[in-house]
């Protein structure tokens, strides 16, 4: 298990922030089984290929999952949608 407050997303950066989810849930587990939301990340277009920073209480647990609510919709894309993310950090920001 790791403590943490801080999760980075870094966009794709070579189109825009094209695979950006517009809403996903990072959620973390103790288990890997049963799953609690921590922070729900909003994406901003305008952002483009800036990092976007979620602050949370500090956590303690052993599993985090980035779940996608409401994808991108990308005609590029064989049906239509994709999430990409050159890097995700996690992180206590003390």
Known sequence: PAEFNTIVFYPRQSIEGSYFPEEAAVQISVDGKDWTDLAILKD???LATLPRIL?????TTQYVRILARKMTKYSASRDGYMMQFSEIEIYNDK
Not at 55 to 59: E, F, G, L, R, W
């Open 55 to 59: 602050h949370t209480d500090t956590v």
């Open 44 to 46: 901003d277009g305008a």
